[in-house]
């Protein structure tokens, strides 16, 4: 283990969605306003894209995280939504506090449940929000349905659930060809992987976090792996964590360009 050779507490690279980690670039920052005024100003409906590890189901969970003190706000978390209309239903009512035995209610029950809940939230001034991550692999038209019924769900002056799609650029696509329901989206944002200049940023935040303040990669081994890595966090955390390791077997006090390229080769094979 290389984390007593280079003064680590953890690993600063693991892939897992830990908000600890949050690196709030730029583009990071603006999706997170976006996700927290889509939930605060009750505005429907958000979709939120991103190439495969560009850090969107961090997002979610630094969204998670900030909901979480605030006492106005409830959310449901659905990070599967390859289910069946029912299923859709039930996980939904249960992540809301509802009925926790699945396959008691039918359908009319869970959307009265749900219904109920909401309402209650409403009159206790709480806004309730949906986040759906992966929402591209909604395979059933039957769910897209049930989600663009819960769309529709509000009191006389307000709607009272935020439904936040979060997932893969096809998402777009798909959300797109359904008219009923891409016209009830307020909100757009895709998110860009990060830049060469916040490459090297996200390194060594990451590395702050987990307890080093000097420096381990070089500017120039940041800049490799922007170059390795065309800026997605999901690759760079691969590449970093490997590099450590050679660093660490071939006594290294820095990671240079050369160690970024030998851990490049041994995470292909090579």
Do not use: H, W
């Given at each position: 283990m290389y984390l007593d050779y280079w003064r680590l507490k953890e690993r600063p690279f693991e892939v897992g969605p830990d908000a600890r980690f949050f690196y709030s670039s730029p583009n990071h920052e603006e999706g997170l306003q976006r996700l927290l005024f889509c939930t605060h100003e009750a505005r429907g409906?958000?979709?939120?894209?991103?190439?495969?590890?560009?850090?969107?189901?961090?997002?979610c969970r630094v969204l998670i995280r900030e909901?979480?003190?605030?006492?106005?706000?409830?959310?449901?978390?659905?990070?599967?939504?390859?289910?069946?209309?029912?299923?859709f239903l039930?996980?939904?009512?249960?992540?809301?506090?509802?009925?926790?035995?699945?396959?008691s209610l039918d359908k009319v029950a869970l959307l009265d449940q749900i219904v109920q809940i909401l309402q209650n939230n409403a009159k206790a001034d709480?806004?309730?929000?949906?986040?759906?991550?992966?929402?591209?692999?909604?395979?059933?038209?039957?769910?897209?349905?049930?989600?663009?019924?819960?769309?529709?769900?509000?009191?006389?002056d307000k709607l009272l659930l935020n439904i936040i799609f979060v997932g893969q650029p096809a998402l777009k696509e798909k959300v797109l060809k359904l008219k009923q329901l891409s016209q009830r989206i307020q909100l757009w944002f895709h998110l860009p992987p990060l830049d060469e200049e916040n490459t090297r940023k996200y390194i060594e935040h990451r590395l702050h976090v987990a307890g080093v303040d000097g420096e381990i990669f070089t500017p120039e081994a940041c800049q490799k792996v922007f170059h390795l890595t065309g800026g997605i966090p999901r690759l760079i955390n691969n590449l970093c964590n490997m590099a450590l390791w050679i660093g660490e077997k071939g006594q290294l006090r820095t990671i240079n360009p050369e160690t970024v390229e030998t851990a490049s080769q041994t995470l292909k094979g090579g």
């Open positions: 409906s958000m979709v939120l894209t991103g190439e495969y590890g560009c850090g969107k189901s961090l997002l909901l979480a003190r605030d006492a106005r706000s409830q959310l449901a978390l659905i990070i599967n939504p390859r289910l069946q209309p029912k299923e039930e996980s939904i009512c249960f992540e809301l506090g509802g009925s926790r035995e699945r396959g709480r806004e309730t929000t949906l986040v759906i991550d992966e929402a591209q692999a909604i395979e059933s038209q039957e769910v897209l349905e049930e989600i663009r019924l819960l769309m529709n769900i509000q009191s006389e």
